[in-house]
Nanobody, 125 residues
Framework: QVQLVESGGGLVQAGGSLRLACAAS??????????VGWFRQAPGKEREFVAV????????HYEASVKGRFTISRDNAKNSVYLQMDSLKPEDTAVYYC????????????????WGQGTQVTVSS
């Protein structure tokens, strides 16, 4: 079992930055054995992949529209994953979710097992 709690969302102007955090508590497997992804869901749209980091931090993968602007990282000692979001655009407005997977770098929602409740990010123009 994994419980995930996102934080760090808020309202920011276009061009600004936010840092999201995903804090995990686990029973059984250690947090460091899971890859962790970030997804987002805008109103009226499906939940979409944003970024993922492998369990050992060696590999990352980003959705094309955020590559070069967002950076995913993790601190396994703190059971946490972060999403640094720079040069934010109004189209980045969404609820952001973190999720865990036992696969390495999947992009499909169905590959993820546990999800947090989400944190709202709003970017004004």
């Amino acid at each position: 079992q994994v419980q995930l709690v996102e934080s760090g969302g808020g309202l920011v102007q276009a061009g600004g930055s936010l840092r999201l955090a995903c804090a995990a508590s686990t029973s059984g497997r250690t947090f460091g054995s899971y890859s962790v992804g970030w997804f987002r869901q805008a109103p009226g749209k499906e939940r979409e992949f944003v970024a993922v980091i492998s369990y050992n931090k060696n590999y990352t993968h980003y959705e094309a529209s955020v590559k070069g602007r967002f950076t995913i990282s993790r601190d396994n000692a703190k059971n946490s994953v972060y999403l640094q979001m720079d040069s934010l655009k109004p189209e980045d407005t969404a609820v952001y979710y973190c999720a865990t997977t036992q696969l390495v770098l999947p992009v499909a929602r169905e590959s993820y097992d546990y999800w947090g409740q989400g944190t709202q990010v709003t970017v004004s123009s």
